[in-house]
């Protein structure tokens, strides 16, 4: 592939039911490509994480997908509250998720640490009332 390909998605943080649809999608697109299934594994899984944590957390956001010759890259950009402790919601079970939210089954604290364990790069910026952008690279080559 000589040139890097993009795909963009928006995330409806107001649907559950839509929750999802992004990583579905770039799940397709990378089988389109050729690209090894365990790749394709890891990118779909930390895509998911990241969407219902947009979904849960921020109200939805943009998920924007690189595919170059070596990696995969996946930045994740929203305008909510932004996390208050960085190092305390990756730790495994911390979340901030409501009682609602947990009833259906989500907020079990698993995201941002699944998101650094599936991926070979992840960044985290974020600010109070502003938003997060994640980034995060899968490589394959």
Known sequence: MSEELK????????DFNSAGQASVSVK?????LGID???IRKVSIAMY?????????????????????????????????????ISKAMQEGYSTATDTVRALGFGAGMGLPNMKRY???MNIESQIGEGT???MHVKYQ
Not at 7 to 14: P, Q, S, W
Not at 28 to 32: F, H, S, Y
Not at 68 to 75: L, Q
Request: charged share 25%; hydrophobic share 35%; net charge negative.
């Open 7 to 14: 795909f963009t998605y928006n995330v409806d943080g107001e």
């Open 28 to 32: 397709k697109n990378l089988r389109q």
């Open 37 to 39: 299934p365990e790749i």
């Open 49 to 85: 994480e990241g969407e219902i944590n947009m979904v849960i957390h921020a109200h939805g956001g943009t998920a924007d997908v690189f595919v170059d010759d070596e990696k995969i890259g996946i930045v994740l950009s929203d305008k909510g509250p932004g996390i208050a402790d």
């Open 119 to 121: 991926t070979d790069y």
């Open 133 to 135: 952008t994640i980034t």
